[in-house]
Each structure stands twice: as C-alpha cells, then as structure tokens.
C-alpha cells in the first residue's frame, strides 16, 4: 500500500514569491495535519483537517492557508514567502480523527527561500 | 516554550548494546506519547506508542516506558543495530482534545557502530 505522499520533494523560490504544496494521504485516511521542521528542532504544527474541513491551527501567521479536497488530499499554500519560511514541511495522515489514531507521515517538501 | 524536550541531541552505541533515549514532557494534559525515528531525506516513520494508562509497551526490540509522576519516558532499543543510527523524536499529544496535534522534541541522533 502506497504511504503518505507530498509533491514536489524540493522547491526553491525567492522572497514574497507564493508556494503551493501537495498532500496525498494513505487511502482510506480522512485526517490530515501538516508540519513544519526547521533545521535543528522537531516538527510544528502547522494546520489540521479532518472531513474537509480545519480543525486546529498553529501558531503561525495568515500567509499560511490550507485546504481539503474531497478526495481527503491536502494544500498547503503560503504567500509573500521570508527566508525563515525555509524548511521541511511534512504531512501526516490518520484514518479518522488525530486525536485517537496514529498520524503516519510523508517524505517531507524541502523549501528553500532565497 | 517547548513542551517536550530531549535534552541529549545525540547518542552513540555500540551493535549490540542497549540504547536508552529520554524524554521529558511539562504539560500534565497529554495523554499519549509516539517515538518517530527520521532517517536523511525521508519523513519521520512512527515507531511505538503508548498510553498514559500504561507505563510499559513493547514490541519486538524496542520498548517505551512511562513515568507519569515524573512526566519523563523512554525508549529502549535491545539489542542495538547499525540500521538504528537516525534521528529519534518523541511526540506527544492530549488525546482526550478533539485537536490530538503532535508536540515533538528537538530529537536525538543515535549512532550505533559497529
């Protein structure tokens, strides 16, 4: 069985430039999480969705944005993109609500913002 | 402020041997604990788990242990292996929130040689 997927693995974008990220979840998930790793600590989170629609938010400014689609995959968008936005994002899927069920994760996106 | 701390970011091993990694958490809501271990290029894959309603779970080589008194746990690897050497993070989460968003440490770099 296919994991959790992410598209594209790496991007390199500059300042104030708009990136779009992709999530496709293990078949048959219906949750979604997404997290950011900046080198040298552990993962934050970032957003959740659960049935399409957010369920939790990070500490993390407005440029950040998200969506569900009805296929249960996943984008995450982040606009007028700093240089500290440069970092691994991951997502995670589980088989219904992150709160009960094991959230597996993808092979991360690697943004770098020049 | 960091909810739950590895407070060595590395370890070194030799095959064979038993590896202990540590774990400490301050917020007295969390209810479930996951290791991860991330190996280069690749997203943390989900290792073991328990429960605040228990304070041992095992499976095959690696045991997790909690202490609820002392909000501390760990993770115990016998015997070591040199396919072991990965960045291990502990996460945890407040199960009983409808959010259950991950709160990961910093990680710890294991090193096992040969």
């Known amino acids: 069985d296919a994991g959790v997927t992410q598209s594209p693995t790496h991007l390199i974008k500059t300042r104030g430039q708009h990136v779009t990220l992709r999530c496709s979840p293990i078949?048959?998930?219906?949750?979604v999480s997404w997290y950011q790793q900046v080198l040298g600590q552990g993962p934050q989170f970032i957003f959740q969705?659960?049935?399409?629609?957010?369920?939790g938010r990070g500490n993390f400014p407005d440029r950040f944005s998200a969506r569900q689609f009805p296929n249960y995959s996943s984008e995450l968008n982040v606009n007028a993109l700093l240089l500290g936005d440069s970092a691994l994002y991951l997502c995670a899927s589980s088989l219904a609500r992150p709160s009960t069920d094991t959230q597996y994760f993808g092979p991360g996106t690697r943004l770098t913002v020049l | 402020d960091q909810q739950v701390k590895q407070n060595s970011p590395s370890l070194s091993v030799q095959e064979g041997r038993i590896s202990i990694l540590n774990c400490d958490y301050t917020?007295?809501?969390?209810?479930?604990f996951l290791w991860y271990k991330k190996y280069p290029a690749e997203g943390p894959t989900f290792l073991i788990s328990?429960?605040?309603?228990?304070d041992k779970n095992e499976d095959g080589r690696f045991t997790v242990f909690l202490n609820k008194s002392a909000k501390h746990l760990s993770l115990h690897i016998v015997p070591s292996q040199p396919g072991d050497s990965a960045v291990y993070f502990c996460a945890a989460s407040a199960r009983g929130s409808t959010l259950g968003r991950l709160y990961f440490g910093r990680g710890t770099q294991l090193t096992v040689w040969p």
């Open positions: 078949s048959g998930h219906k949750s």
């Open positions: 917020n007295s809501m969390f209810d479930y």
């Open positions: 969705y659960y049935e399409k629609e957010e369920r």
């Open positions: 328990i429960s605040s309603i228990k």
